[in-house]
């Protein structure tokens, strides 16, 4: 299976990004996608998950209201729009299935600063 994570940059804090990660070699329509950061010196954190069908989502509190997790079965690819960003937003963000995580692919980096 591969994870293509895309979209990152520089961006100023309260500025917006959209991430996008397709995904190829597996059936997608069937797994809960989620969406992960880890920051330098800290732990891979989930940030938001959203279900098979795309009806239901859920977001750390650090994020919740910021940002928004989406996905296209049919284009296998899973988004995240992220809005009002802030400095602590910074790391680099993978997707992967929320249970049994397949290999993690290279991220993309997101960094928030002036």
């Known amino acids: 299976v591969q994870l293509v994570e895309s979209g990152g940059g520089l961006v100023q804090p309260g500025g917006s990004l959209r991430l996008s990660c397709e995904v190829s070699?597996?059936?997608?329509?069937?797994?809960?996608m989620g969406w992960y950061r880890q920051a330098p010196g800290t732990e891979r954190e989930l940030v938001a998950h959203?279900?098979?069908?795309?009806?239901?989502?859920n977001y750390a509190d650090s994020v919740l209201g910021r940002f928004t997790i989406s996905r296209d079965n049919a284009r296998k690819t899973v988004f995240l729009q992220m809005n009002s960003l802030k400095p602590e937003d910074t790391a680099v963000y993978y997707c992967?299935?929320?249970?049994?995580?397949?290999?993690w692919g290279q991220g993309t980096q997101v960094t928030v600063s002036s």
């Open positions: 959203i279900d098979s069908a795309g009806d239901s989502t």
């Open positions: 070699g597996s059936i997608f329509d069937i797994y809960t």
């Open positions: 992967n299935r929320k249970l049994l995580p397949w290999d």
